[in-house]
């Protein structure tokens, strides 16, 4: 791809590819995409149907929430900033694990977040926390280093309390087996998740949990609203209706599966000729040899 990627172009691109690989439009059932404004618009361009990532859109919501409260930016920033120390320096490294052996902590290297992977953020926080007393004892030992103080090492193990049912969740949709169906009842535990903010790991990022809820239902504010996502839900035995948060979108569910069956019927209805054909023994069926074929159905008169 080359230049700006417009709306105008990505549709462009994309309608291209589907030509090259002789994919006509009505055989595409769903385009995956990101939320980027320009694929959004391409998709609608091109009128294909299509569906935002849910993990990308997870990940839009926790850098809503981390970014939300100043007390959890300013710790993540020191974690950061510790990380990156002992990246840069071997001999910081080196004096680490001595202090890991004598404190009989794992030998486990410190792990830095990077921007494009939310749950790295995660996993940093977590190896901090395992390697606590190492860090301390480290940053006692060279001046002007600082690490975080008490309160923030509480904040951190706060932040992992909240942010591993989101990975969980991030990994069962981007699992390879993963289905549309998992979608609405991956919502809707997180959901239930976040809105309880009276436990012990709440305490300190409330605003943080406040703001990923306000995230989650703006982000997520149309998906019992997408037909694909609904009818895969409540035709998995595993989910059924169970997860909908309302009957309103079991009875639209009901309506779109009626319309799907319809639909099916007509199809079978006009595919019943060459059923039928076969059954006589091919007796000039249909013109054009099949159904879709040039020409209309010609019933048989024994018909």
């Known amino acids: 791809m080359h230049g700006s990627h417009t709306g105008e172009y990505l549709k462009e691109t994309f309608l291209s590819m589907l030509e090259d690989w002789k994919i006509s439009k009505d055989r595409v059932a769903l385009v995956l995409r990101d939320s980027g404004a320009n694929i959004v618009k391409g998709m609608r361009l091109a009128e294909l149907p299509d569906l935002s990532c849910t993990a990308h859109t997870l990940q839009l919501v926790v850098n809503d929430g981390l970014s939300s409260q100043r007390a959890v930016t300013d710790v993540i920033a020191i974690l950061k900033k510790c990380a990156t120390h002992f990246h840069h320096s071997i001999l910081a490294k080196q004096r680490l694990r001595d202090i890991q052996r004598e404190l009989g902590l794992p030998e486990h290297n410190i792990i830095q977040a990077v921007p494009t992977r939310w749950n790295s953020t995660l996993h940093m926080l977590q190896r901090m926390l395992e390697q606590k007393r190492a860090l301390t004892i480290y940053c006692g030992e060279h001046g002007g280093f600082a690490g975080p103080t008490a309160h923030q ?149 024994r018909e």
């Open 153 to 301: 090492w509480d904040l951190v193990s706060s932040l992992i309390e909240t942010l591993l049912p989101i990975e969980e969740v991030t990994l069962q949709v981007s699992h390879s087996n993963s289905s549309a169906s998992c979608i609405i009842p991956c919502l809707t535990v997180l959901k239930m998740l976040l809105q309880d903010d009276e436990g012990p790991s709440t305490k300190g990022i409330r605003t943080l949990r406040q703001a990923m809820r306000e995230s989650l239902d703006k982000r997520f504010a149309k998906v019992e609203d997408t037909k694909i996502v609904v009818l895969a839900c409540l035709l998995d035995p595993r989910y059924k209706s169970h997860a909908f948060s309302s009957a309103t979108t079991l009875s639209k569910a009901k309506g779109w599966l009626k319309e799907e069956e319809d639909a099916a019927t007509t199809d079978h209805s006009r595919g019943a000729c060459c059923h039928r054909r076969s059954q006589y023994g091919g007796a000039g069926c249909c013109r054009g040899g099949q159904c879709g074929g040039a020409g209309s159905c010609i019933w048989d008169t």
